[in-house]
């Protein structure tokens, strides 16, 4: 469950088994303003502004409290498939570096 309040955003994990425990996970919340084009002119609107911010939000937050990493390098390769010779010709393994951990495994320590 995600509550927000004009500073704060909470994410609480509540046991299954016994609903009277739970373990909070809260982070700092601010609003992302409207986008502004060079031009001067406004791209988003007010809700669209809080809709950002309320989806960024429960994403880090779910990242936070599933212990969840993310890193550039992963994302970077994401889909970039190995390449391979099969009978004179090359192919795609179909897996990305991440996926085989080809250029070993991040654990967002850094």
Do not use: H, W
Not at 35 to 57: R, W
Not at 72 to 95: C, P, T, W
């Amino acid at each position: 469950m995600v509550n927000f309040t004009a500073d704060v955003a909470t994410m609480n994990i509540i046991n299954t088994d016994n609903p009277e425990e739970s373990v909070p996970f809260v982070a700092p919340f601010n609003q992302i303003a409207p986008i502004v084009s060079n031009a001067g002119k406004q791209a988003t609107n007010e809700m669209q502004a809080l809709g950002s911010s309320i989806t960024y939000m429960r994403r880090y937050l779910y990242m936070i409290a599933l212990d969840i990493c993310e890193s550039d390098s992963i994302d970077a390769n994401l889909g970039k498939g190995e390449r391979f010779r099969s009978g004179g010709r090359e192919e795609s393994s179909g897996y990305s570096r991440a996926e085989t951990g080809s250029e070993g495994e991040s654990d967002c320590s850094g």
